[in-house]
Nanobody, 125 residues
């Protein structure tokens, strides 16, 4: 049973914006912190951003701080990643994940699970 689905990826030019959407089951969105990760070609997966259950706390990786914004709409079972001022180095497969059974985020980027299949983001120069 698929519980987490990402969408919104695509091919964009450098400097443009994209908004990714993560749709999850009500149980997941209403109980856990949610995060976005990415895996660039040939590299390991890395944490991008996380938002606590109540949306009152967020964390970002240094590489996206000031350009990306994470948000969530628990009523609509969705988590968003607004990506502005995109750079070629943002090119990656982007994944959504939950941090079950926790409601807060981890700066160590550990303890995340319930992964989606990913959505590809490609930024051209």
């Amino acid at each position: 049973q698929v519980q987490v689905v990402e969408s919104g990826g695509g091919l964009v030019q450098e400097g443009r914006s994209l908004r990714l959407t993560c749709t999850a089951s009500a149980f997941i969105v209403n109980n856990f912190a949610m995060a976005w990760f990415r895996q660039p070609p040939g590299k390991e997966r890395e944490g991008v951003s996380c938002i606590a259950l109540r949306g009152d706390s967020t964390i970002y990786s240094d590489s996206v701080k000031g350009r990306f914004t994470i948000s969530r709409d628990n009523a609509n079972k969705a988590v968003y990643l607004q990506m502005n001022s995109l750079k070629p180095e943002d090119t990656a497969m982007y994944y959504c994940a939950a941090r079950a059974p926790f409601s807060d985020c981890s700066t160590s980027w550990r303890g995340y699970n319930n992964w989606g299949q990913g959505t590809q983001v490609t930024v051209s120069s």
